[in-house]
């Protein structure tokens, strides 16, 4: 199941006639981006750019994305039947997250056959995308993994976070005070000091995976467990970071907390659909030091989805969160749920409990509200009984239209909390995440479970709820079971 890395994940994919290499020469102003929106948007092959505008005889001239952009192709990284069930990918998940593989060390590897370092130094040496019509520049980490260190406890968080291209040595990024990152960002501050910081670009998707998904464990273990193999690490060359050693590219640097130092950064085309952010001045990665394989494959992707437009990440991203809620309820010792499903957008989660207690549902609202898979996640949440299919969108409204009386308190508001800073229905003062470090939400939970408060009722058999008026009687089930071709029905 594991892969050694990039280059063997592209070979599987051309193996299996998923891969399309795209010879003709195409812009990265925006041509890449567009080529990929459509592709993406119909479930279509991976993508490796092998010609692109300005980058013939550049030492990096590939750009491989759209490699995660089906759920067989998913099911595939992960070693599972291409024919699972988004239900059943779930409880995968959960359980490999519950089972961290811990990573290797080595002396040497393939990132380390070209260091660059200095005034050599040029970010624009590498085929970067302008992806989208209304991006403030080229962003150079959309797919990337970023590795950082607690400079106390001396462990390692990897995250997806997106930077654009400043300078030929500078990367403007959008850091939000409540991911792992800017918790680190926030100690190395208080200490007065610049934060190491190693951009990982092209690897096993795996990393990408939980870099992406609040995981529970530090993300290196949780690669381990999904690829069903150790990561193996090599220290970086100017700290003591520690990135995989057959990755494509990796950017070594640091961020300074002085604002003197912010660059320009934004506006992108985020996950809601929209595009996120103002172009404002924002923390900077300084650049001192580029390794990278011979002939690398530089490595990205499309952020926003809409109705009918999407990215590859969202055929991947509602089952890990839905498995990392799922864990923390667990954690936080709420008992008997059924299921989480995230959807195509983190916002709405839908959570299916055997309801054992009167406030069973408003606890599920607690414990996910009170976790770090909070940040961006769980703005409405919908909790509902067993009957319930959290899958089947039919159901769910069927759930809100006859178990919701908000006169009942079937809807609770959480205001005042933490949210993301990219949703566009919050006031863009209320988005700035230099000046408050994350965005602002009232949060909304609707418990379309059964109200216990409801009397159970004699002539319903001492259940609170009617009995279900679209049944079909147990005999008359066998009736029609022994005569459907009598009556002409194959």
Request: glycine residues 8%; aromatic residues 10%; hydrophobic residues 35%.
């Given at each position: 199941?594991?892969?050694?890395?990039?280059?063997?994940?592209?070979?599987?994919?051309?193996?299996?006639?998923?891969?399309?290499?795209?010879?003709?020469?195409?812009?990265?102003?925006?041509?890449?981006?567009?080529?990929?929106?459509?592709?993406?948007?119909?479930?279509?092959?991976?993508?490796?750019?092998?010609?692109?505008?300005?980058?013939?005889?550049?030492?990096?001239?590939?750009?491989?994305?759209?490699?995660?952009?089906?759920?067989?192709?998913?099911?595939?990284?992960?070693?599972?039947?291409?024919?699972?069930?988004?239900?059943?990918?779930?409880?995968?998940?959960?359980?490999?997250?519950?089972?961290?593989?811990?990573?290797?060390?080595?002396?040497?590897?393939?990132?380390?056959?070209?260091?660059?370092?200095?005034?050599?130094?040029?970010?624009?040496?590498?085929?970067?995308?302008?992806?989208?019509?209304?991006?403030?520049?080229?962003?150079?980490?959309?797919?990337?993994?970023?590795?950082?260190?607690?400079?106390?406890?001396?462990?390692?968080?990897?995250?997806?976070?997106?930077?654009?291209?400043?300078?030929?040595?500078?990367?403007?990024?959008?850091?939000?005070?409540?991911?792992?990152?800017?918790?680190?960002?926030?100690?190395?501050?208080?200490?007065?000091?610049?934060?190491?910081?190693?951009?990982?670009?092209?690897?096993?998707?795996?990393?990408?995976?939980?870099?992406?998904?609040?995981?529970?464990?530090?993300?290196?273990?949780?690669?381990?467990?999904?690829?069903?193999?150790?990561?193996?690490?090599?220290?970086?060359?100017?700290?003591?970071?520690?990135?995989?050693?057959?990755a494509e590219i990796v950017i070594e640097g640091r961020i300074s907390p002085d604002p003197k130092t912010f660059e320009l950064e934004g506006p992108?085309?985020?996950?809601?659909?929209?595009?996120?952010?103002?172009?404002?001045?924002?923390?900077?990665?300084?650049?001192?030091?580029?390794?990278?394989?011979?002939?690398?494959?530089?490595?990205?992707?499309?952020?926003?989805?809409?109705?009918?437009?999407?990215?590859?990440?969202?055929?991947?991203?509602?089952?890990?969160?839905s498995a990392v809620a799922w864990q923390y309820l667990d954690q936080a010792g709420v008992p008997?749920?059924?299921?989480?499903?995230?959807?195509?957008?983190?916002?709405?989660?839908?959570?299916?409990?055997?309801?054992?207690?009167?406030?069973?549902?408003?606890?599920?609202?607690?414990?996910?509200?009170?976790?770090?898979?909070?940040?961006?996640?769980?703005?409405?949440?919908?909790?509902?009984?067993?009957?319930?299919?959290?899958?089947?969108?039919?159901?769910?409204?069927?759930?809100?239209?006859?178990?919701?009386?908000?006169?009942?308190?079937?809807?609770?508001?959480?205001?005042?909390?933490?949210?993301?800073?990219?949703?566009?229905?919050?006031?863009?003062?209320?988005?700035?995440?230099?000046?408050?470090?994350?965005?602002?939400?009232?949060?909304?939970?609707?418990?379309?479970?059964?109200?216990?408060?409801?009397?159970?009722?004699?002539?319903?058999?001492?259940?609170?709820?009617?009995?279900?008026?679209?049944?079909?009687?147990?005999?008359?089930?066998?009736?029609?079971?022994?005569?459907?071709?009598?009556?002409?029905?194959?």
């Amino acid at each position: 199941m594991a892969h050694e890395d990039l280059r063997e994940w592209i070979g599987v994919l051309e193996n299996k006639g998923e891969l399309k290499r795209v010879k003709a020469e195409v812009d990265w102003d925006e041509e890449i981006g567009a080529i990929t929106r459509e592709i993406s948007s119909y479930n279509g092959p991976a993508l490796l750019f092998e010609r692109i505008k300005d980058y013939r005889d550049s030492p990096c001239r590939r750009l491989f994305t759209n490699g995660t952009g089906t759920k067989e192709r998913v099911c595939r990284l992960l070693g599972l039947s291409e024919e699972t069930s988004y239900r059943d990918i779930v409880r995968t998940l959960k359980e490999r997250f519950s089972n961290p593989v811990k990573p290797t060390k080595v002396q040497h590897g393939p990132v380390k056959e070209n260091v660059i370092s200095g005034d050599k130094i040029d970010l624009y040496q590498f085929p970067v995308p302008k992806w989208n019509p209304f991006d403030g520049g080229r962003y150079i980490m959309t797919s990337a993994s970023v590795v950082t260190m607690d400079p106390e406890t001396q462990l390692i968080n990897v995250g997806t976070y997106r930077g654009m291209i400043s300078t030929k040595r500078t990367i403007s990024v959008l850091l939000a005070a409540t991911q792992g990152w800017g918790k680190h960002f926030a100690k190395y501050k208080n200490r007065g000091e610049e934060m190491p910081v190693a951009v990982v670009l092209g690897w096993d998707p795996t990393l990408f995976m939980v870099a992406s998904t609040p995981v529970n464990y530090p993300e290196y273990e949780m690669a381990g467990s999904l690829r069903g193999s150790p990561v193996e690490l090599v220290r970086c060359e100017t700290s003591d970071l520690l990135v995989p050693a057959t990755a494509e590219i990796v950017i070594e640097g640091r961020i300074s907390p002085d604002p003197k130092t912010f660059e320009l950064e934004g506006p992108y085309s985020e996950y809601p659909g929209y595009y996120g952010g103002q172009k404002t001045p924002k923390h900077r990665i300084w650049v001192e030091c580029i390794t990278h394989r011979n002939d690398p494959i530089l490595t990205g992707c499309l952020t926003g989805s809409s109705p009918g437009r999407t990215n590859e990440g969202t055929t991947w991203t509602p089952a890990t969160f839905s498995a990392v809620a799922w864990q923390y309820l667990d954690q936080a010792g709420v008992p008997n749920v059924l299921g989480v499903w995230r959807g195509k957008w983190p916002e709405v989660i839908r959570v299916q409990i055997r309801k054992s207690y009167r406030g069973h549902a408003q606890q599920v609202a607690q414990a996910l509200w009170g976790s770090s898979f909070a940040n961006y996640a769980a703005k409405h949440l919908i909790v509902v009984d067993e009957d319930i299919d959290i899958f089947d969108w039919e159901a769910l409204e069927w759930a809100l239209a006859y178990r919701v009386n908000a006169a009942m308190g079937d809807i609770s508001f959480f205001p005042g909390t933490v949210g993301s800073m990219l949703d566009p229905s919050v006031p863009i003062e209320e988005r700035n995440s230099v000046k408050y470090g994350h965005g602002k939400w009232t949060r909304v939970l609707i418990d379309a479970t059964i109200n216990w408060e409801l009397e159970p009722q004699e002539q319903y058999g001492g259940e609170r709820y009617p009995p279900l008026g679209t049944a079909i009687s147990p005999k008359m089930e066998e009736t029609l079971k022994k005569r459907w071709r009598e009556y002409g029905f194959e």
